[in-house]
């Protein structure tokens, strides 16, 4: 049995507690190394934090179209509320340009605080900007920006590594990779997808097909779908080792070409713990290998919690960046962690 090493790093929740583990194993696979997301949520939310009430806070998410993206805007205004807050919500249906328009309006609006959820970093900076000379703090869920007060997420370099150093050395170490790359400028992808390249240096017998697919946002697995299919008409079978996505949506539409066409001898990975790759990926004939479980909810109520502290003088408890667990799922341990993590 080859022996692998992961190295698991996370920030609990406004607590100055670091973990630091090792194993035999690239991927996380005891459910006593992480707290469950109901758990995790149920924590956060009793962390002594100061009352929101009298303070207006707005909420701007991309989308609430993916799980992720609809249990974090959730769990946001839940515990904002929750903490007395008035909160004003908006999300902008998968539009970069509409994000924009909403964090603008917002600011605009004189609220107390702004929590934006995901965006393009290029689009977003200027309204971001808007926010900071008005002196209203701004809190990003999966948005790392120089004008964020704290941003929320995973360990996306570890994510990021793991992933990578799981396809590597599942294809043995050679082969060529079907990449989608359409989404660089959205810094979770851009981890990712810069750990991926620095894992692939000591790789050098697996390539990068030329040029990279461009996922796009709206009606995602489909044309992942049709692109995975052009590239199987192009490279014959044993052409391709695996696919490689930042998240799970062009990584379920790949797995459905392939699946498909019977290339079985293709692996495919992604990121999100979607429900449709979790399927997939618990599919002992599905090519799905491998995906990886966040904790949405949780991302919510840990940046409502921040805001709080941070509008009720206690600036110095919130951090520039929080990293929650996650939880790398494969076809061993899939079935163990939807029960446990409640994905099912």
């Given amino acids: 049995m080859r022996r692998r090493s992961r190295l698991a790093l996370s ?109 393009d970093a290029t689009t977003l900076a200027p309204a971001l900007q808007q926010a900071k000379d008005a002196d209203i703090p701004v809190f990003t869920i999966d948005h790392a920006s120089e004008n964020s007060v704290n941003n ?43 750990e991926f390249k620095l894992v692939l240096k000591n790789y050098p017998n697996i390539e990068i097909i030329e040029p990279e697919l461009q996922d796009i946002y709206e009606g995602t697995i489909e044309d992942a779908k049709q692109k995975t299919n052009d590239a199987l008409t192009r490279y014959p079978k044993g052409e391709i080792s695996a696919v490689w996505s930042c998240w799970d949506l062009p990584a379920i539409g790949a797995s459905q070409a392939i699946d498909a066409a019977g290339r079985d001898e293709i692996k495919v990975y992604g990121v999100d713990a979607e429900p449709g790759a979790l399927d997939l990926i618990q599919d002992p004939d599905s090519v799905y290998q491998f995906t990886v479980a966040q904790q949405p909810t949780l991302f919510g109520t840990t940046s409502a919690n921040n805001v709080a502290l941070y509008l009720g003088g206690k600036q110095d408890e919130v951090p520039l960046s929080t990293y929650l667990d996650a939880v790398f799922i494969d076809k061993a341990n899939v079935a163990d962690e939807r029960k446990r993590l409640g994905l099912e």
């Fill in 11 to 119: 920030l609990v929740t406004l607590a100055v507690v670091a973990g630091l583990a090792t194993g035999c194993s690239l991927k996380q696979s005891s459910s006593s190394e992480s707290t469950s997301g109901a758990a995790a949520s149920s924590a956060a939310s009793e962390v002594d934090v100061p009352s929101l009430k009298g303070k207006t806070v707005g909420v701007a998410a991309k989308d609430v179209v993916r799980d992720f993206g609809r249990l974090t805007y959730q769990g946001v205004q839940d515990r904002l509320e929750e903490l007395g807050a008035k909160v004003v919500a908006t999300q902008a249906d998968a539009q970069d340009d509409k994000h924009l328009a909403n964090v603008e309006n917002l600011v605009s609006q004189k609220v107390d605080a702004i929590v934006v959820i995901l965006g």
């Fill in 152 to 194: 929320i997420g995973s360990d996306n370099w570890q994510i990021g590594s793991t992933l990578a150093r799981t396809l590597a050395e599942d294809i043995g170490g050679k082969g060529k990779v079907l990449v989608f790359n359409g989404f660089y400028d959205v810094t979770p992808c851009q981890i990712r997808y810069d």
